[in-house]
C-alpha cells in the first residue's frame, strides 16, 4: 500500500539504499538486521523503517531483512525495471564521459542516441551509441519513445535545447548544464546535477574540521 | 553562536541557499521575506529560519534578509573565502571536462595542477592548468598545501590513489569515481558524487508520474 505524496527526503534516500544492498548483495550477505542496515547507512533502523512504509510492509520483526528480497522490491520501486530510454544531447567532455564510463543500463535505462553539431563527431558512434546531428533530433523523438534526455550541452544553447525536448514530448532531463531550465509544461521532471553542491559541501566539512583542529 | 553538530541534512541545504541567494543577488533583489525565499527553495520561513539558526541570528522579524548579507553570512559559513586549493587526478574525459567548464573559482577553490599519465597530455596545461605526471604527484603535495583532490581516475587505480593522497597528505576527496574509497585516516573528508543516485531519483519520478497518469 503506497502513500499518495513521498517526500524528497526519502526519494533521495532510496538510490543510497539500493547502492548499498547491491553491494551486500553482490558481497554474499543473504540477511542484514535493521539496526545494521541503518548503522551502515549512517541512518537508524526506525529511519529506514519508516522510509520503506511509505511504499509497504518490508522486513520481519526479529528477522531483520533479506537483502535480495529488499534489492529487488526498492528496484521496483526505483522504476528500474521500466526499461526507460535516454538520449544524450551534446558530446563534449562530459557527455562523452557519460557514454564512455556511467552504466546507464545498471539505474535501468538504455541509451539509444547521441546528439552534436560537430562534423567531427556527427555519423561516428560511442561506446555503440550512434551520434546523430542536432538537427535531427525532431525526426529521431518521433520515430523513438524516448524517458530522459541527458543536458550536457553549451550554457549557451542549454535554454532553446530544453525547449526543443520538450515541444518534442520529452518529459524527463537529467540536467548537467548548471542553468536553472525554465519549463512550462508541468508534467516535465528536471533533475538538476549541481557540482557546486557537492563541492561547497565538501568545503564546509573541511573548513569546520580545521576550525574544530586550531 | 555555532551549534557543535550541524546535521547532514543542513550541510546539503545550504549550498542551495547559497546558489538561490546568488541568482537573486545577481537579478538585483536586495530584501527577501522569509516567506517567499522559503517558497523559492521548496521548503518553508520555518524550515529555513531553522537551518541558519545552528550558526547564529539571521534576518530580522518583520524585514525578511537582506539578500548580500545573508548571501555573504553563507559564503563565510560554507568556507568559500577560506583560499581552498585542489589538485584533478585523471584528465580523462571528466576530468577534463571539471578542468574546463567547472567555476572551481565561485566555490572558492583555486586549482593548482592537475595529474595523468598519459604522454600525450603531461607537460601540457588546460585552461591555464598544468598536468604533470602522476609520478611526481608526492613532490608536488610536499611542496604546495593541497586541501581538496578531485578524483576522476580510472576505477582500477582508485584506491592506490587514495592511499597515495591521504599518505602524503590530503585530508579531503572529492570523489567521482563511484568506488567506495576505504580510508583509515579518519580526519579525511570525502565527498562522493554518486550520478546514479541522481538518475535514480528521476528514474522514480518519472515513473511515479507514469503510474499516477494511466
Not at 161 to 174: F, K
Not at 176 to 198: C, G, M, R
Request: charged letters at 20%; hydrophobic letters at 40%.
Amino acid at each position: 500500500m503506497k502513500k499518495d505524496h513521498i517526500s524528497n527526503a526519502v526519494i533521495r534516500r532510496l538510490p543510497r539504499y539500493f547502492r548499498y544492498l547491491n553491494d551486500l548483495h553482490e558481497a554474499g550477505v543473504i540477511r542484514i538486521s535493521s539496526s545494521a542496515l541503518g548503522k551502515s547507512l549512517g541512518s537508524t533502523a526506525s529511519q529506514i523503517r519508516q522510509d520503506l512504509s511509505c511504499f509497504g510492509e518490508f522486513g520481519q520483526q526479529g528477522y531483520g531483512y533479506n537483502v535480495e528480497t529488499l534489492r529487488s522490491e526498492i528496484a521496483d520501486i526505483l522504476g528500474i525495471n521500466k526499461e526507460h530510454t535516454a538520449i544524450v544531447l551534446g558530446v563534449g567532455n562530459l557527455g562523452r564521459a557519460l557514454i564512455e564510463n556511467f552504466h546507464f543500463e545498471r539505474s535501468g535505462f538504455t541509451l539509444t542516441a547521441a546528439f552534436d553539431t560537430s562534423p567531427a563527431i556527427v555519423g561516428t558512434s560511442v561506446r555503440n551509441v550512434p551520434v546523430y546531428h542536432a538537427d535531427s533530433l525532431e525526426q529521431f523523438l518521433a520515430e523513438h519513445h524516448t524517458d530522459v534526455a541527458v543536458l550536457t550541452v553549451p550554457q549557451r544553447v542549454t535554454q532553446q535545447t530544453a525547449h526543443r525536448l520538450v515541444s518534442a514530448g520529452v518529459q524527463g532531463i537529467w540536467n548537467f548544464t548548471n542553468i536553472e531550465l525554465s519549463i512550462s509544461n508541468p508534467a516535465v521532471i528536471v533533475e538538476d546535477v549541481h557540482f557546486a553542491d557537492s563541492l561547497l559541501a565538501l568545503s564546509y566539512m573541511i573548513s569546520d574540521r580545521d576550525a574544530a583542529a586550531n
